[in-house]
Structures are given as structure tokens and as C-alpha cells.
């Protein structure tokens, strides 16, 4: 395929191995990440998608080690470019931040401090990782050339947050957050404040900026339209857990985890209305997930089987892994079977 | 930006003479309201020590005529803020040929100093403590001290006053108990010396405003941490490796001071009303005194005086935070248009 030779580096800049994410209730620990493992390649754009609560933000700060209290992470390994970013000390990690992680944050516009101008907030994270800078000149020169690169004008070198529209906003902390060419950036929500115009326009830009400085870029995002003209694989979640990886057009052409046909499914056209297909069965409590497959109480196809193994990822094609019993080689028939019936119902 | 636009100035002016003069009126009115005048009880008075005045109607009627009190009502009120205007509080109806000005002359200097240093180390000092309670990175044992310097906090200035008088002025007489300087020191002069002996006379005074006062800034301003710890340019300042002092410093108290500086300008009449119990208890030479002595000898021109100057100086106190703000928080300036 095209998309993957044009991205198709093989170098893993960001792997996540058995990533297990609770948050402490007195009722017991919720999971909301799940033991979730997959690598990020260089150059790659990968778009994290699920229901809102299924754990794609608590994945995405629990890499860049900012989940908050009552949430802490269980087990796990995050590599970036070969540095454990758990075993970090604090001052070490400190430094790690911004230089091997990045994140254009949901919600931007309460994302920047409201009492410091806008150039400051892209200098103290400059000058905190770089030392100080005595050279003014050639700051404000590197500040402008960020806010070219994301189409900012001049003239918001010194104004303050208050004084931008949330698009402007937005584009700073895409500034801000290569401001030192960090590996990876991980966007979280990036677009979801937008209207769907300035959606685009920063979507692109998030892009252009990432083709430019070459990171590996990680989104985050519900709207499946907007994430499958920007990302080159997809990652969907259900439940904290990790049900399929995949090209972003073999997603669309061809779903294979019974979860993603649904939602795809459920995208309505202007052509045509459609039901929510996912409407089957009961949400489990995040505190007692049901035994074996994650998703079996709302699977369509779901058989005993289910119920008492775990669904290892399954390597289904290039770069494309699924977590079902399906496509295990055992129960090849019951999948013909079962996609037969599905989709003539 | 930074600048505020001329609107906001002249709004918050208006807003300070606003006060002034219904304050004025007020102070001119609430008087008139009470039946009898203060020369009749004055002369009744005289009358009383003395068994028996001779012409008490002459002489009221000469003092009433004296101090215009036979004008209408409206001619009386348009001198007195003519007179106002022109600094002539008119005079002390106790120590009669002594004029309030001079009275408050001698004593408002004394008050501002007291009340400012002792504002500027509580607000320092509480707001330090309130965020150092909120703060991730403090040690421990700062955390479980800082509360229990707060006990003072639910005493009221008064009490807390006499007690540290008894501690360090009586039991441990490390402090002097009383006044604001030696009478050694015939009158104010300026040497090192006598500002030496200032400092060591108002260290006690001072100490007592503090003591009750900064506790309510550390619990307000570790509310404010905490709110500000849970907004979102807090989880990106993490998330961009900054260093944890500066964050402290520059994206969590800068936003936390700010409710707080409203919150100063809002209670600065009240401080005021603890101050003269303070004053009284250090026996201090500055308003606090001489408002009560004032009202122990009834010396309604004196009362009404001092309660003018304390309004005054409150508003001027407030409307310079009010003019400060919009150098503090760059957002106030747009939205005063």
C-alpha cells in the first residue's frame, strides 16, 4: 500500500508494554487502562479513538506520567527512544518532559497561564530545558518562526490569552508543544473546542507542523471523520482496553474487531441516517470487568469461548493487530459464520 | 497592555469621592438626628460642676451663633464641606482651642505606619504560609507547623492583645508594654536611635494584628492553590518540565494573589476597627487612641473628625489596590471599558 511506504519507517520511537492505569475509589480501583501494549513508529501519526470514559486520556497522561491523584499507574513500560520513562527520577523526569514527550492539551483555552504573556509561557518552557537565554533578539526571531510554522501572526508576540480566539489558542499550544522537537506529541482532544472550520484548519496544521519537524505525533479523538484524513493508523479503545490497531484505511474498508464494525457502522453520511448499532447488551462496572473478553456482554458474536480466555492481539496484517477469539485460526468457521449473518441480518 | 485605560481611572476616582462625601454626609446628618446640640449639653455640663452658670442662655446663644448653628440647615452643610475640602475639621469640643486637624495630624502618622507594616507582614506571611499548605513539594513538618501558628486566628484582636502584653510585656519583659516611643524622647526626631526605638515599641502591637489576622489569609489563599491546582494550564506547566519553584511562583501563587488582593481591599475597614483595640491596649498614640478617648469625653467634633480620616484613608487604601489591579492581572483593563 501507498500510506504505508510512504510511512512505513520501522523504527519504534514510543512502545508501551502492559500499561495499567486505576483510579482509587472506596468502592474499590476503577481500570481504566488495561494492559494496554503498542508501539508508535517514527514519523507515524497514530489516532487514539473510543467512547468518552473508555480510557484514551488516561492512556495518553499516563505516557507522559501525568495521571492525576486518585489515578496512578499499576504496571507497565514506556519506552521513548530507548529510555524507560518510569524509572525516571523526579529532576530527570523533569528534564525527560517537553524534550522526549510533548502534549498540545485539551481544551486550550484554559490551557495557558491567564497573567503571562504569550511569548513568555513558550520561553520559560525554552529557557527551563536550554538554560537561560541572554540573547533576546535571537529568541523573539525562534519564537516568530514557531508562530509562522502554525500561521500565527506577529503581532500576538505580546499580547496575552484572553486576547486570542480559541483557534489562536490552540495554535500556541501547538507552538509550545514543539517548541523543542520532543519526539513524540501526543494531542489530546486537540480540536474538540473548535467549530468544525477551525477544526480543519488546525487539524492541518497540527500536520504540516509535524510532517515539518518530523515527531511522531499521537491524537486523541471521538470524531472518526476528522481523525482519518490526518492520522495513518488508528488505535480503538473500549473499556481501557486496546481492541484493534490498524492502517486507517484498512479501518475503514475493512474492521475487523466486532467493536470498531459497529462503530464505523454508526457513522452516519448525509446520506443516511443510521442507528447506533452499539446499543446491545450492558455496560460492565469499570471495578468488576466482566471474565475473558472485555466487550462480550454487548458482542454480537460472542460465545462461550469469550468468556473464559482473554483475547490476545492478534497479528492480523502489517501493522494491524486485533484482540478477538475471531480471528484466532481455531475458529476460522465460526467467523465466516458470524460475519455471514451479521451482515444480511 | 499592562496599562489601564483612562475609563477604568476615572471610574474607580469617582467611586472613591463617591464614598468621601456620603461619608461626609453621614458623619454631618447622624449627629442633627439626636435630640438637644452639643452646646446646651456642653453648658449643662458646666452646669452640673459648677452649680450654677450665670446667662447659660447668653452664652448658648453666643456659641450657637458662633459656630453658625442658627443658619439653615443646608448653609451649615455647604460650609462644613467647604471646610472639609480645605482640611478644617473644625474643632475638639474637649481640649477646645486645639483644632481635630492638628489632633489627627499627630496621630494618623503613627496609625498608617502600624497598620501598614503590620498589613504588609500578615499579607506577606499568610499568603506565604496558605500557599506553602497547598504546595505538593513542602516538607512535611512546615505543613503540620504552619496550623498550629494559626491558633490565634479564632481569638479576637482584642484578647490576643492583652495576652501577648502579659507574655512578653509583663511575664517575659522583653518588650515595653506601652506607647509608641521612649519619653526620653521629648518629641519625634529623626535619628536611628529614635526609629530604632519605634520599631522595638511597635513590635508588640504589630505582632498582635498579625498573629490574628494572617491565618485567615493562609486558609483563604490555600483555597485559592487549590482551585488554581486543578485548572488546566497547571497540568501542562507539568507537563512541560518546568521547575517546580517557578511554578510555584509563577503560575500558581501570581493567579492565587489575586482574589486576594480583592479580598485585602474588601477588609481593610475592618482591619481598621481591630487596629484601635490594639492601640488602646498599647496605650499607641495614633487614632485608634485618640477615637477612644474621643468618645470617652464625648468630643463629638473630635468623633466626627476621626471617623472622617478613617474612611478617607480605607478609600484611599482600597483605591490604590483598585488602581494597582490592573497592573497585577492584565485581563481587568479590558473588561473596565
Redesign the interface.
Given at each position: 500500500m501507498e500510506k504505508q511506504m510512504e510511512n512505513g519507517s520501522e523504527r519504534v520511537v514510543l512502545k508501551v508494554e502492559k500499561l495499567r492505569i486505576h483510579y482509587a475509589t472506596p468502592q474499590g480501583d476503577v481500570i481504566a487502562v488495561s494492559d494496554i501494549s503498542f508501539n508508535l513508529y517514527e514519523g507515524e501519526t497514530l489516532g487514539l479513538v473510543g467512547e468518552s470514559g473508555c480510557g484514551k486520556s488516561t492512556t495518553a497522561y499516563g505516557i507522559?506520567q501525568?495521571v492525576?491523584p486518585p489515578g496512578y499507574i499499576v504496571n507497565g513500560s514506556i519506552e521513548v527512544d530507548g529510555t524507560e520513562v518510569l524509572d525516571l527520577s523526579e529532576e530527570e523526569?523533569?528534564?525527560?518532559?517537553?524534550?522526549g514527550l510533548?502534549?498540545i492539551?485539551?481544551?486550550a483555552?484554559?490551557?495557558?497561564?491567564?497573567?503571562?504573556r504569550v511569548k513568555d509561557q513558550i520561553i520559560?518552557?525554552i529557557e527551563?530545558?536550554e538554560g537561560k537565554k541572554s540573547d533576546k533578539q535571537s529568541m523573539r526571531a525562534r519564537i516568530l518562526e514557531l508562530f509562522q510554522n502554525v500561521g500565527l501572526p506577529n503581532r500576538i508576540y505580546?499580547?496575552?490569552p484572553?486576547?486570542l480566539s480559541g483557534g489562536m489558542k490552540q495554535r500556541v499550544?501547538i507552538a509550545?508543544g514543539v517548541a523543542l522537537h520532543p519526539t513524540v506529541v501526543i494531542a489530546d482532544e486537540a480540536t474538540s473546542a473548535l467549530d468544525v472550520v477551525v477544526q480543519r484548519i488546525v487539524a492541518q496544521t497540527l500536520v504540516k507542523v509535524k510532517d515539518e519537524i518530523g515527531v511522531s505525533l499521537i491524537v486523541i479523538g471521538h470524531d472518526m471523520g476528522l481523525l482519518a484524513q490526518i492520522v495513518d493508523r488508528i488505535a480503538v479503545m473500549y473499556a481501557g482496553k486496546m481492541v484493534e490497531i490498524a492502517p486507517v484505511e484498512n479501518i475503514y474498508a475493512e474492521p475487523l474487531h466486532p467493536y470498531t464494525r459497529l462503530l464505523i457502522d454508526s457513522i452516519p453520511s448525509i446520506k443516511e441516517r443510521k442507528p447506533l448499532k452499539i446499543t446491545e447488551g450492558i455496560t460492565h462496572d469499570p471495578r468488576n470487568p466482566p471474565s475473558g473478553c472485555i466487550f462480550r456482554l454487548r458482542c454480537p458474536f460472542a460465545w462461550e469461548h469469550c468468556a473464559e480466555v482473554e483475547p490476545e492481539p492478534i497479528d492480523a496484517e502489517y501493522k494491524h493487530e486485533v484482540a478477538c477469539h475471531l480471528y484466532d485460526e481455531r475458529f476460522e468457521e465460526r467467523r465466516a459464520n458470524a460475519f455471514a449473518t451479521f451482515a444480511n441480518p | 497592555m499592562g496599562a489601564f485605560s483612562l475609563n477604568y481611572l476615572v471610574r474607580r476616582l469617582l467611586v472613591f469621592f463617591l464614598t468621601l462625601w456620603v461619608a461626609a454626609t453621614l458623619i454631618f446628618i447622624i449627629p442633627r438626628l439626636a435630640p438637644g446640640d452639643p452646646i446646651t449639653a456642653m453648658v449643662a455640663r458646666l452646669t452640673q460642676q459648677a452649680g450654677f452658670v450665670e446667662n447659660a442662655d447668653l452664652i448658648i446663644e453666643g456659641w450657637r451663633e458662633r459656630f453658625g448653628l442658627n443658619d439653615p440647615v443646608y448653609v451649615q452643610y455647604l460650609r462644613y464641606l467647604t471646610g472639609l475640602l480645605q482640611g478644617d475639621l473644625g474643632y475638639s469640643l474637649a481640649r477646645f482651642p486645639s483644632t481635630v486637624s492638628e489632633l489627627v495630624g499627630r496621630a494618623l502618622p503613627w496609625t498608617l505606619g502600624l497598620v501598614g507594616v503590620a498589613t504588609l507582614i500578615f499579607f506577606s506571611v499568610g499568603n506565604l504560609c496558605g500557599a506553602l499548605l497547598a504546595w505538593g513539594k513542602t516538607p512535611r513538618l512546615v505543613k503540620v507547623m504552619i496550623p498550629m501558628s494559626m491558633i490565634f486566628t479564632s481569638i479576637p484582636p482584642l484578647l490576643a492583645g492583652l495576652l501577648i502584653v502579659y507574655v512578653f510585656g509583663f511575664l517575659i519583659p522583653i518588650f515595653p508594654q506601652a506607647y509608641a516611643y521612649d519619653y526620653n524622647f521629648a518629641r519625634p526626631e529623626l535619628t536611628l536611635e529614635f526609629f530604632a526605638n519605634v520599631l522595638y515599641h511597635g513590635f508588640l502591637p504589630a505582632m498582635s494584628i498579625v498573629l490574628v489576622t494572617f491565618g485567615y489569609w493562609a486558609l483563604g489563599m490555600r483555597g485559592m492553590m487549590i482551585t488554581i491546582e486543578g485548572e488546566d494550564y497547571m497540568i501542562l506547566a507539568q507537563a512541560k518540565g518546568l521547575k517546580p519553584f517557578y511554578v510555584l511562583y509563577r503560575y500558581m501563587i501570581r493567579n492565587a494573589i489575586l482574589p486576594q488582593m480583592t479580598a485585602l481591599a474588601v477588609s481593610i475597614g475592618t482591619l481598621v476597627n481591630g487596629v484601635v483595640l490594639v492601640e488602646v491596649i498599647f496605650s499607641y498614640n495614633g487614632m485608634g487612641t485618640l477615637i477612644f478617648t474621643a468618645l470617652r469625653e464625648q468630643d463629638f467634633g473630635l468623633i466626627q473628625g476621626t471617623s472622617f480620616i478613617l474612611i478617607t484613608t480605607s478609600a484611599l487604601a482600597v483605591l490604590i489596590i483598585d488602581l494597582s489591579y490592573p497592573l497585577i492581572d492584565p485581563r481587568i483593563s479590558l473588561e473596565g471599558r
Open positions: 507522559l501525568l492525576q523526569l523533569r528534564k525527560f518532559r517537553w524534550t510533548s502534549l492539551p485539551q481544551g483555552m484554559n490551557s495557558l497561564n491567564p497573567t503571562m520559560d518552557v527551563s530545558h505580546n499580547m496575552y484572553h486576547e499550544c509550545m | -
